[in-house]
C-alpha cells in the first residue's frame, strides 16, 4: 500500500528556514514525478515545487529562489529546503506522487498526483 508520511514542518520567525522531507513507501517513487503542495484555510491547494524522476525541476514563482526541492531516490525520501520563510509560507504542506510512471516533465498540477500524505504544518511569524 502507498504511503508518504512527512515531516520537519514547525514554527519559525520570518526569515528562518526549515527542511521538509518525505518518506515514500509501497510505490515507485524514484519512476515518478514528486512534488511539494500546500493549503491554507478556505483556499484551494497549490503546487509548490516538482521534480521529476530525471531530477528536473519546476517552482511556483512566489518561491523560486528560495525554497529547493530534492530527492534521494536510494532511500525514496523527497525534500524541500525553505529559506528566507515569509509569514505568507504559512500552511499545511503536503507531499505527492504522480499517478503515472515517468512523466517527461514536472507537473505542478494538483490533479496529475494520485498519491497524498497527511500533511506537515509550517507555521511563520512575522
Known amino acids: 500500500q502507498a504511503q508518504l508520511v512527512e515531516s520537519g514542518g514547525g514554527s519559525v520567525q520570518a526569515g528562518g528556514s526549515l527542511r521538509l522531507s518525505c518518506a515514500a513507501s509501497g510505490l515507485t517513487s524514484s519512476r515518478r514525478c514528486m512534488g511539494w503542495f500546500r493549503q491554507t484555510p478556505g483556499k484551494e491547494r497549490e503546487g509548490v515545487a516538482a521534480?521529476?524522476?530525471?531530477?528536473?525541476?519546476r517552482y511556483a514563482e512566489y518561491v523560486k529562489g528560495r525554497f529547493t526541492i530534492s530527492r534521494d531516490s536510494d532511500k525514496n525520501t523527497l525534500h524541500l529546503e525553505m529559506n528566507s520563510l515569509k509569514a505568507e509560507d504559512s500552511a499545511m504542506y503536503y507531499c505527492?506522487?504522480?499517478?503515472?510512471?515517468?512523466?517527461?516533465?514536472?507537473?505542478?498540477?494538483?490533479?496529475?498526483?494520485?498519491?497524498w500524505g497527511q500533511g506537515t504544518q509550517v507555521t511563520v511569524s512575522s
Open positions: 505527492a506522487a504522480d499517478w503515472i510512471l515517468e512523466r517527461p516533465w514536472p507537473s505542478l498540477r494538483r490533479d496529475e498526483y494520485g498519491y
Open positions: 521534480i521529476d524522476s530525471g531530477g528536473s525541476t
